[in-house]
């Protein structure tokens, strides 16, 4: 039997609640790959560096968590001639929770000077000790 696998996704923080409100996942602008890693029971934390996708503007917060549903990755026509692959994920209530107090816990951020780097590919796989701490703090911090 696998066990669990645990992921990060980056996205800006509108994509993400598109996704939470319609229980899917979309990595790394509609590309197949990144779902493909993940199985039925994995979970995903999405951090977004931004607000909105084209705004500058930074936010850098973890802004939502869920678990992978099934192991069918789909493709969806969201318009424009657009076909992003998803996944379904059964999202569930947290608290949007930055990104900076946690540096210096994260194994996975090897440089506090240049943490961002991390999250460059847009996807990516933690262990279970740095997934704890970052659900933690979302599902039960009452304030920032």
């Not at 609640?17 to 029971?41: D, I, R, S, Y």
């Not at 930055?98 to 847009?122: C, E, N, T, V």
């Amino acid at each position: 039997m696998q066990s669990n696998r645990y992921w990060i996704g980056v996205a800006s923080r509108d994509h993400v609640m598109n996704a939470v409100q319609g229980g899917f996942a979309q990595l790394c602008h509609g590309k197949q790959e990144p779902l493909k890693k993940m199985t039925t029971g994995d979970w995903i934390i999405y951090y977004s560096p931004k607000v909105k996708f084209k705004d500058s503007a930074r936010y850098q917060r973890f802004t939502a968590i869920g678990r992978v549903r099934d192991d069918l990755v789909f493709q969806f026509d969201s318009g424009n001639n657009f076909f992003p692959f998803r996944r379904s994920i059964d999202f569930i209530s947290c608290k949007e929770t930055p990104i900076q107090p946690l540096i210096p816990q994260l194994s996975f951020i090897k440089s506090a000077k240049y943490w961002g780097y991390s999250f460059r590919l847009g996807h990516f796989e933690i262990g279970e000790k740095d997934f704890k701490l970052i659900a933690e703090r979302m599902i039960n911090e009452k304030g920032d």
